[in-house]
């Protein structure tokens, strides 16, 4: 249902009010609780997914939306995270699909900088997500699930609908892959704090 | 977990930063009541014209409630091959990446031959230059055009869709060129207590200017649209705790406004110079601010909930500006200023592509991945709409739209087709006020 634009004046006084005038259904008990606590993480996790912010929310706005309507079967099963990280994974494996986003692959990735370089933060963030550009995406969401999001292999080939064994072989292939790319060995073992 | 395992992990955890803002209810619920509204996107073609008995439908253009409803019937067809046989433009890099060394020297990125027909020809929209510009970078003046691209602030000649002129420019903030007299004004430089408006030749874009407008406070963030002009000729920037008033003929502030507190983030003035309009407020919220620049008073203050930095823009009737993120964003109309009587007028783009408005030729424009509005400046209400269809379900995007001579142009984005440039539209007749 959309908003009339008479509805829309209201929720400029009191905004949270009218959006309840649809029909979805109510917020569920300790959603918002969850969302509070955890869509940092989330923020966190669809930005080494996608690799920019706006696409990062537009991630986890899209998972919580399906969440939503399903939260009390998931607080049950004790799982709304996994589910709601199921469906960002899903959701962006689907958009690499059907999105083209500009990429060109170069055969030189951005030099770093010295980490004492006041720049240095931003050179790594950008040197993380140029190597994480060279992965395909199944195996780059297995580099966030497993080791940002510290699924285990099981929890991480449930929410990609496949076997652990295909895990493996993602994580292997992509930390081989990690491993050629320029200055991420050196990210990994110097300390450029976030 | 290997050793190398446990060192990876301990980057992503080291290096992954915190996110700028987050996502709460009331975003999730916005994205659900709109998803909840939004109709079944529309296939209104079979491209690459594999079945060309389904190759004609048409598009329902809505006319708004004042403008009772019209209907344009376009044909449909397959994408017409690339102008001149090339490849699809892929990023701005690849196809200029060697920026301008002088104004006048004309960038190589032009296409040759027929305009390449797009969007199913809604609007019969044309492709006239193919090249990667910034989003909401796209203004317009006598028979030229002026947009960002990666490498620089480009002039596209209307008649041939060339770009004629380039020089290097990176657009710091969400900003159109500003043009006044011969003169096209950009926002250079917006960090920290130092703002720089540079201005160039219209038809050269030799440097003419470059006028410091120190930012008391500290500029906001985020901050978009953030420089104005006014009928008397006067430029308006958002400058920290303050709107300075530039006089270009001097090339420095002349005036300033100071606001109490809270740093502007959006500034706009109306068309006929009596208002300018203030955008501010704590992250979340916009507060808007409208002084009677006769005399320099507030005339009025109205506060909304609002993600962004409200992207203001000042018509006869009031004031629009966009808010929300992603699939939630939307663009809305405030009757004299006032957000208490605001109301939504289209629904925005969403996956990192802009939904703003935009004034131009007795109109005011709002693009997106969905629909494309012309609306009328003095009630806010829509003259003319038009679905924006998709190709093999991925959105088209048509953005920061201006109208110069009876057409529209706007800058145009397809990703499955690789298609990116300015589009030229012929809007309905509706559309002129």
Redesign the interface.
């Known amino acids: 249902m959309r908003l009339r634009a008479e509805e829309f004046g209201q929720a400029c006084r009191g905004v949270t009010e009218v959006l309840l005038v649809d029909d979805r259904p109510p917020e569920p008990d300790g959603f918002r609780d969850f969302v509070e606590a955890r869509s940092g993480a989330l923020l966190r996790s669809g930005w080494l997914l996608t690799g920019d912010w706006p696409s990062a929310e537009d991630l986890v706005q899209t998972a919580l939306a399906a969440a939503w309507p399903r939260w009390a079967t998931l607080t049950r099963q004790d799982a709304p995270e996994l589910y709601v990280r199921k469906i960002m994974v899903n959701t962006f494996l689907r958009w690499r699909q059907r999105r083209w986003n500009g990429e060109i692959a170069t055969g030189r990735l951005p030099e770093l900088k010295a980490y004492g370089d006041a720049f240095a933060q931003i050179d790594a963030r950008q040197a993380l997500i140029a190597a994480l550009d060279r992965l395909p995406p199944r195996q780059r969401a297995v580099v966030v699930l497993r080791y940002f999001a510290d699924q285990t292999e099981t929890q991480t080939a449930a929410a990609m609908g496949c076997s652990v064994g295909a895990v493996k072989a993602h994580a292997s292939k992509a930390l081989a892959r990690l491993r050629e790319a320029p200055g991420l060995a050196e990210l990994m073992t110097g300390g450029v704090a976030s | 977990m290997t050793t190398?395992?446990r060192?990876?992990?301990?980057?992503?955890?080291?290096?992954?930063?915190?996110?700028?803002?987050?996502?709460?209810?009331?975003?999730?619920?916005?994205?659900?009541?709109?998803?909840?509204?939004k109709e079944p996107r529309r296939r209104l073609t079979s491209r690459r014209g594999w079945a060309p008995a389904l190759a004609a439908a048409s598009i329902v253009v809505i006319a708004g409630a004042s403008a009772g409803l019209a209907t344009a019937l376009t044909s449909h067809s397959s994408h017409n091959p690339a102008p001149g046989g090339g490849a699809p433009v892929?990023?701005a890099?690849?196809q200029n990446s060697s920026p301008a060394p002088s104004p006048a020297s004309p960038a190589q990125t032009a296409p040759a031959g027929t305009p390449l027909r797009i969007a199913d020809g809604m609007w019969d929209a044309k492709l006239i230059t193919r090249q990667?510009f910034t989003q909401g970078t796209l203004a317009g003046s006598g028979n030229s055009l002026y947009v960002a691209s990666a490498d620089g602030l480009d002039r596209i000649d209307l008649a041939s869709g060339r770009i004629v002129q380039s020089v290097p420019y990176s657009p710091p903030i969400p900003q159109r060129p500003v043009v006044i007299g011969n003169t096209v004004w950009v926002v250079w430089s917006y960090s920290g207590g130092d703002i720089i408006l540079r201005g160039y030749d219209s038809t050269t874009l030799a440097q003419v200017a470059s006028v410091p407008v120190p930012a008391i406070g500290g500029v906001a963030s985020p901050a978009a649209g953030v420089l104005a002009a006014g009928p008397d000729g006067k430029l308006y920037v958002a400058a920290g705790d303050s709107v300075a008033t530039v006089d270009p003929a001097a090339g420095r502030v002349t005036h300033r406004i100071s606001l109490a507190g809270g740093r502007v983030s959006s500034v706009a003035v109306a068309p006929d110079g009596s208002r300018l309009y203030v955008g501010t407020g704590p992250a979340g919220s916009l507060r808007l601010l409208v002084y009677d620049l006769a005399t320099g008073n507030q005339a009025l203050s109205?506060?909304?909930?609002l993600n962004g930095a409200g992207n203001l823009v000042a018509t006869s009737g009031g004031v629009w500006g966009t808010t929300g993120?992603?699939?939630?964003e939307w663009v809305?109309f405030a009757p004299g200023g006032d957000?208490?009587?605001?109301?939504?007028v289209s629904q925005g783009a969403?996956?990192?592509l802009d939904s703003l408005p935009t004034s131009s030729g007795g109109a005011v424009w709002i693009g997106g991945t969905h629909e494309l509005v012309c609306a009328s400046p003095a009630t806010g209400k829509a003259m003319a709409r038009t679905i924006i269809p998709a190709d093999?379900?991925?959105v088209e995007h048509f953005g920061s739209v201006t109208a110069l001579g009876g057409r529209a142009y706007a800058l145009y984005q397809d990703?499955?087709a690789?298609l990116s440039g300015v589009a030229s539209l012929t809007p309905p007749r509706a559309c002129s006020g």
């Open positions: 190398e395992e060192q990876l992990a301990d980057m992503l955890h080291r290096i992954t930063p915190e996110p700028p803002r987050q996502v709460t209810v009331e975003d999730v619920a916005f994205r659900l009541a709109s998803d909840a509204g892929s990023s890099s690849s990667s109205s506060q909304m909930s993120i992603g699939m939630s809305w957000l208490t009587r605001s109301f939504r969403g996956a990192g093999h379900s991925i990703d499955a690789h």
